[in-house]
């Protein structure tokens, strides 16, 4: 009998929980895979266990706490202990990356992190290991389940978003508490640590600009679809000539995209580079036994031997004013004149319109249009110069758009 691998659980929640079956259930596999069989040691809640105790006892510590303290603290112990560490933890990631995997490689341990980023999807893997050395341009997706079904939803029946977002929560796709997944505080963590590993440049989570789905009407919905596009919380990290930039915004999608038919509660993640053109993977972005299954990977990873060091290959500036193609929807009085004047203030900025649907309400009409890529501050003040006339019956309304129509 080989010498089992001895494994420091730190959390029994949905994850941890999830993770203590499947450890059970999959230990003959795991020692057939790498020759040692996995066996949880101890267990840390926080009525159960002590974690000195816990880390003395263990080989390897596996944390599915949640939230920067006091995981940051047990994960740092362990490493210095010289215990590799598998976390889900984004949170952690997004704002302490730098410090835990220098602190990884200071004691010559490895750091693994697949499931907190798209739960079980293998974008972490994909990205350092399978791509490791390739000049990734691009990283973008749908990296959050709650909001991708609730505006899945929201096109499909055409109710309002609070109606959707309560059923969301019956279902289980979204907590009490949404905050962190309709803001896009969740899936801007993720972007954090997915630019971090494809661009070799320290990235933290205030760099990342992001825009949530609370505001997005039924309307927009229903007019989007007449244009053939599809609503998604994308995130994206791209490299831009100036620097990189790292954003998650709403933003609608031709129907021929690969990203356009995910709906749903699912993830889907692209990574473009020229070598590559580009790779596209989708799956199930949460859930107890399917984020246990990315952590046991780890695992496994992990006893089969090296892992990336995670070092920084440049200091890449986060730029924020980049180009982008929008919607914009308008309200605006029936008058002879009115599109012109919009078309003016557009034309003056240097914005061309790809597509323009006309609609009368009454004495007024809607006037929804889709414009080609332009600089983001030229567009904002084009926005607000609009707002100004007089004719406008509503503030106007703006969603980003990816243009490349894919066929
Ligand atoms: N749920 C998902 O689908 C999902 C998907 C991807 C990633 N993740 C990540 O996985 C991690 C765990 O998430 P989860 O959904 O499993 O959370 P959860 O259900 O709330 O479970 C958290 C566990 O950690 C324990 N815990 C929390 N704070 C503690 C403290 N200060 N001291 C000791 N124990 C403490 C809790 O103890 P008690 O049992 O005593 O409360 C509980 O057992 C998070 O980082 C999350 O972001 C989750």
């Given at each position: 009998m080989s010498e089992p691998v001895r494994i420091g659980l730190l959390g029994h929640g949905t994850v941890g929980g999830a993770f203590a079956a499947l450890i059970s259930e999959r230990a003959e596999a795991v020692e057939a895979a790498t020759g040692r069989r996995p066996e949880v040691v101890g267990t840390l809640t926080r009525s159960e266990g002590d974690f000195s105790d816990i880390l003395e006892r263990s080989d390897l510590v596996v944390e599915l706490l949640g939230g920067t303290d006091p995981a940051r603290g047990y994960v740092l112990d362990a490493l210095r202990a010289g215990r590799p560490v598998v976390t889900a933890n984004k949170q952690l990631l997004a704002q302490h990356g730098e410090e835990l995997f220098g602190e990884a490689r200071a004691a010559g341990v490895q750091l693994r992190f697949e499931a907190a980023v798209a739960g079980a999807i293998p974008i972490i893997r994909v990205i350092q290991e399978s791509l490791g050395v390739t000049e990734i341009s691009k990283v973008f997706g749908i990296v959050n389940g709650t909001t991708n079904f609730i505006l899945s939803e929201m096109a499909a029946t055409g109710a309002p978003y609070e109606e959707v977002l309560a059923r969301a929560q019956d279902l289980g796709y979204a907590e009490a508490?949404?905050?962190?997944?309709?803001?896009?505080?969740?899936?801007?963590?993720?972007?954090?640590?997915?630019?971090?590993?494809?661009?070799?440049?320290?990235?933290?989570?205030?760099?990342?600009?992001?825009?949530?789905?609370?505001?997005?009407?039924?309307?927009?919905?229903?007019?989007?679809?007449?244009?053939?596009?599809?609503?998604?919380?994308?995130?994206?990290?791209?490299?831009?000539?100036?620097?990189?930039?790292?954003?998650?915004?709403?933003?609608?999608?031709?129907?021929?995209?690969?990203?356009?038919?995910?709906?749903?509660?699912?993830?889907?993640?692209?990574?473009?580079?020229?070598?590559?053109?580009?790779?596209?993977?989708?799956?199930?972005?949460?859930?107890?036994?399917?984020?246990?299954?990315?952590?046991?990977?780890?695992?496994?990873?992990?006893?089969?031997?090296?892992?990336?060091?995670?070092?920084?290959?440049?200091?890449?500036?986060?730029?924020?004013?980049?180009?982008?193609?929008?919607?914009?929807?308008?309200?605006?009085?029936?008058?002879?004149?009115?599109?012109?004047?919009?078309?003016?203030?557009?034309?003056?900025?240097?914005?061309?319109?790809?597509?323009?649907?006309?609609?009368?309400?009454?004495?007024?009409?809607?006037?929804?249009?889709?414009?080609?890529?332009?600089?983001?501050?030229?567009?904002?003040?084009?926005?607000?110069?609009?707002?100004?006339?007089?004719?406008?019956?509503?503030?106007?309304?703006?969603?980003?758009?990816?243009?490349?129509?894919?066929?």
């Open positions: 508490d949404p905050t962190d997944d309709v803001t896009g505080a969740d899936a801007a963590a993720k972007m954090a640590i997915l630019a971090r590993l494809a661009f070799h440049t320290p990235v933290t989570l205030e760099q990342v600009a992001f825009e949530g789905i609370e505001q997005v009407t039924p309307d927009d919905l229903a007019y989007a679809k007449e244009l053939d596009l599809s609503l998604k919380l994308l995130g994206v990290a791209e490299r831009r000539e100036e620097g990189i930039s790292v954003r998650v915004f709403p933003c609608f999608l031709y129907g021929g995209h690969p990203l356009a038919p995910v709906g749903g509660p699912f993830n889907a993640v692209m990574v473009e580079a020229p070598a590559i053109t580009e790779v596209t993977m989708s799956g199930p972005g949460a859930g107890g036994p399917e984020t246990a299954s990315a952590v046991l990977g780890d695992v496994v990873s992990i006893l089969a031997g090296e892992a990336p060091v995670h070092e920084t290959r440049a200091e890449l500036p986060v730029v924020s004013d980049v180009t982008s193609s929008f919607y914009l929807h308008l309200e605006v009085a029936d008058r002879p004149g009115v599109l012109a004047k919009i078309a003016r203030v557009l034309g003056e900025n240097e914005i061309s319109v790809k597509s323009v649907v006309q609609r009368g309400i009454g004495e007024d009409a809607r006037l929804v249009m889709v414009v080609h890529e332009c600089l983001e501050s030229r567009f904002a003040s084009s926005v607000e110069e609009i707002a100004r006339l007089e004719e406008l019956r509503s503030a106007p309304r703006s969603i980003r758009v990816i243009e490349e129509e894919f066929v």
